[in-house]
């Protein structure tokens, strides 16, 4: 990924948001050649002005990387793509991804169908997650573009700020998991939940920070989801228990961290999943949503305040 355009930001207090280049009176921002509305103030914008089904002009391209650091979520209207435009926009911010369940899948490796019908056991991701924090060096990025949508309504996604997510705890909380470190377990999610059967040596389980520091613009991040971590080195079982499930219910049950992400035919959602979590709420059935996912990947793992 191409960070030089990206400005650093200072760390801010909590509920003071974030300054952003542009900003008009309207709520409304600028950018080269597009514009955002925002969905809240500190995250999501929906972009106007792009058409990803052709290559994007490297400046705009730049402006584009800025535009998600500032609010960490982009939604794309209207967009028609096939999969060859879908994963040249993903390329767009890195390497492209092959998820680990792809393994026993035929077609795209590069590509994950995102499908929930009716005779659906489950729809992929429901319940708050981080998408693949089980790898050594998890996707940064992911795309879902999304062409199908329950014609009764619903489906929605959520996505959840953690850097606001960090700053809303008391600091000696802080300071107690900026010394911490977690398990995160490809196996909860994939054989426990979805009851996929692994590959040979089993899926991704590797350890990163409690909380890391975003390598663009330098805020510090709760990391940890209900979807892959398991626990926390160095403590004891309950204590680990204790202490997560407080976490994931602060970001369960605190409203103010989200924005909501209402699919239309053809719109493409891309989030940083370095700062943030989401949530696909399964609402519609018997009805149908259906989608593609790119995911793009990291340049480093996540690395902890005592590394930045």
Known sequence: MNTAAVAPSHPRRPGEHRHRAGAVDSGRSTYD???VQPLTPHIGAEVDGLDLSQPLDPDVAASLRQAWADWSVLVFRDQHLDREAHKRFGRTFGTLHTHPMNYARGGDPEILVVRTTAESAYTAGEGWHTDVSC??????????????????????????????????????????????????????????????TPPEGGYPRH???????????GRKVLYVNSGFTSHIRGLQPWESRALLDALFEMIATTPRLTCRVQWQPNTLTLWDNRCTQHHAVWDYYPYTRSGERVSMVGNEAPRGVAAG
């Open 33 to 35: 050649g597009f514009t």
């Open 135 to 196: 790898e050594a060096i998890p996707p940064m990025a992911s795309a879902l573009y999304v062409t199908e949508v329950p014609e009764c309504g619903g489906g929605d996604t959520l996505f959840a700020d953690m850097y606001l997510a960090y700053e809303l705890l008391s600091a000696p909380m802080q300071q107690l998991l900026e010394g911490l470190t977690a398990v995160h377990d490809g196996a909860l999610p994939y054989v426990n939940t979805y009851k996929s």
């Open 207 to 217: 350890e990163h920070p409690v909380v890391t520091v975003h390598p663009v613009t």
